[in-house]
Nanobody, 125 residues
Framework: QVQLVESGGGLVQAGGSLRLSCAAS????????MGWFRQAPGKEREFVAT????????DYADSVKGRFTISRDNANDLLYLQMNSLKPEDTAVYYC??????????????????WGQGTQVTVSS
């Protein structure tokens, strides 16, 4: 099992920035591809970003490319999402997730088996 706890959400004005953090415990964090997802009210959960277990590659949803940056600190079992130029449509609960399979070579948007409880991000216009 991998336990994940998000933090860093809050209320911000459009154009502002926030950095989300995700603290991992349990299994070896550095062996898992990690991701961020979000769910807005009345909508399905959607992929935001993912990072390879080595940190060597990343992938983003088109809606956040150029504004969001995913990163990780394997020495301290931490995952980050730096969010800049925030828009009201970024308002959602953001979830940290770990791949269900360790040491997967390719990034995916679907093979996530461990989830945090979520942190609320609200962007006002």
């Amino acid at each position: 099992q991998v336990q994940l706890v998000e933090s860093g959400g809050g209320l911000v004005q459009a154009g502002g920035s926030l950095r989300l953090s995700c603290a991992a415990s349990g299994r070896t964090f550095s062996s898992y591809n990690m991701g961020w997802f979000r769910q807005a009210p009345g909508k399905e959960r959607e992929f935001v970003a993912t990072i390879h277990w080595s940190g060597s590659s990343t992938d983003y949803a088109d809606s956040v490319k150029g504004r969001f940056t995913i990163s990780r600190d394997n020495a301290n079992d931490l995952l980050y999402l730096q969010m800049n130029s925030l828009k009201p449509e970024d308002t959602a609960v953001y979830y940290c997730a770990a791949d269900r399979t360790p040491l997967r070579s390719a990034l995916t948007k679907e093979e996530f088996g461990y989830w945090g409880q979520g942190t609320q991000v609200t962007v006002s216009s």
